[in-house]
């Protein structure tokens, strides 16, 4: 009867509805088991010095990336911002916050044109923090995986990794809780699983874990009484005008631990003896960490990123 077949019509229209509406409501995830499993196969050690291009903001800087460069002798660009989400660097129309200030330097690239070039066998990126609002508000994963595409488009063989970083010390989660924790509920969780479930076959996107390298530093440093001076975590952080702690910023003794976890991480080896002394981007002579605690360092670099497969680091 005509007025069956409007219900039946009607059923069908409504179940592709709800069909529809669970597909964009809930992206699609990789479980923790199938991300484990992308990590399995090891990224192959580079044979000799790499060209890097950072996209982020200003918990990259341009003093990090400077110091990798002197460690590794390495060619590299930048495209930095303000707190900037992917989303913002992605999109035309959003204005770059502190985008004149952050990029008027020498190594400054726009972003697009620079993968689009094919030059750069590696692009290091980076989500604003907080990681929850990237999430919830920005489409951190979304916006991830059109980054990841835009370089893989430009070079097929462009290695891509996440730099997990960190949030103010005084979080009321507690910093060292979310060290260990974001990068399960977050890092890798939700923007790792999201962004590499898009394809039929996930590709890797190796994560820097600068933020779990902190944690386990600051563990053995507060340890004991401390090394060459630093006693605890606000050592490795900025100090504002008034002399108050920067929450958020790094000192050079935080850039350079950072940078030794880039270094480790796209180099595959041991920072067991880099040297201390470096300069910042603007060429002066950085605050360098005593011949101790540049040791504790590297040590610690080596100890975590060695033991993690999403890094890419082949495992013993």
Known sequence: MPETRFVLAGLAALACGVAAWAYFAFPKTLSPEELAAVYQTPLPPP??????????????????????AQMAGHRHASQLGWGTPLKTHWEPDEPIQGFDVEN?????????????????????????????????????????????????????????FLYESWHDLD?????????????????????????????????????????????????????????????????????????????????????????????????????LGLPAQLDRADGTPADAPGAELAKLMQQTVWDVVSGLPITGIPQE
């Open 47 to 68: 044979d000799g010095p790499l060209s890097v291009f950072h996209l982020g903001h200003s918990l990259v800087g341009r003093d990090m990336p400077a110091m990798l």
């Open 104 to 160: 008027a330097h020498d190594h400054y690239r726009d972003a697009k044109e620079a993968l689009d070039s094919g030059e750069f066998d590696v692009f290091v990126l980076t989500e604003m923090v907080e990681i929850e609002a990237a999430i919830e508000y920005f489409d951190a994963p979304v916006y991830l995986e059109k980054w990841v595409s835009q370089a893989r488009k430009g070079n097929p063989e462009i290695r891509v």
């Open 171 to 271: 979080d009321p989660q507690g910093w060292l809780t979310r060290l260990d924790t974001d990068p399960a509920r977050y890092w890798e969780g939700v923007l790792l699983a999201r962004a590499m479930a898009v394809g039929r076959e996930p590709q890797p996107i190796h994560v820097i874990p600068a933020g779990r390298v902190m944690a386990e530093l600051v563990r053995r440093i507060e340890a004991g009484p401390g090394v060459d001076d630093v006693t605890s975590r606000e050592d490795l952080f900025a100090r504002m005008e008034d002399g108050s702690i920067d929450p958020i910023h790094i000192n050079d003794l935080g850039a350079y631990l950072v940078a030794l976890t880039h270094y480790a991480v796209l180099y595959q080896r041991s920072p």
